[in-house]
């Protein structure tokens, strides 16, 4: 069981990346998948989570800049990020469930990608 998050890097403010999450050893389609990021020195952020439907939300700070969406028949999420701004800076980790369950402290995480914004 476990999640695999790619596609992090450095970029410019502005710029976009896309980051995967493959998704294995279980369900995938009974489960909602989040992305959550930790800040240099800050605690762990809940972004965005996608029903099985297909359906995303978001935190406000990314509403209008961030696209979640999910492969069921794949087992992955892919997570869009347009207008990266610096306070965007963070480790983007991918967890099985939604915000309900990330809240709770107790579930699934990957090993995060790295995700830098900077001029």
């Known amino acids: 069981v476990q999640l695999v998050e790619s596609g992090g890097g450095l970029v410019q403010p502005g710029e976009s990346l896309r980051l995967s999450c493959a998704a294995s050893?279980?369900?995938?389609?009974?489960?909602?998948i989040s992305w959550v990021r930790q800040a240099p020195g800050k605690g762990l952020e809940w972004v965005s989570d996608?029903?099985?439907?297909?359906?995303?939300t978001y935190i406000d700070s990314v509403k209008d800049r961030f696209t979640l969406s999910r492969d069921n028949a794949n087992n992955r999420v892919v997570l869009q990020m347009n207008n990266l701004q610096p306070e965007d800076t963070a480790r983007y980790y991918c967890?099985?469930?939604?915000?309900?369950?990330?809240?709770?402290?107790?579930?699934?995480r990957g090993q995060g990608t790295q995700v830098t914004v900077s001029s």
């Open positions: 967890v099985r469930g939604g915000r309900n369950t990330f809240l709770t402290g107790t579930y699934l």
């Open positions: 050893g279980f369900s995938f389609i009974n489960w909602y």
């Open positions: 996608i029903d099985n439907t297909g359906t995303g």
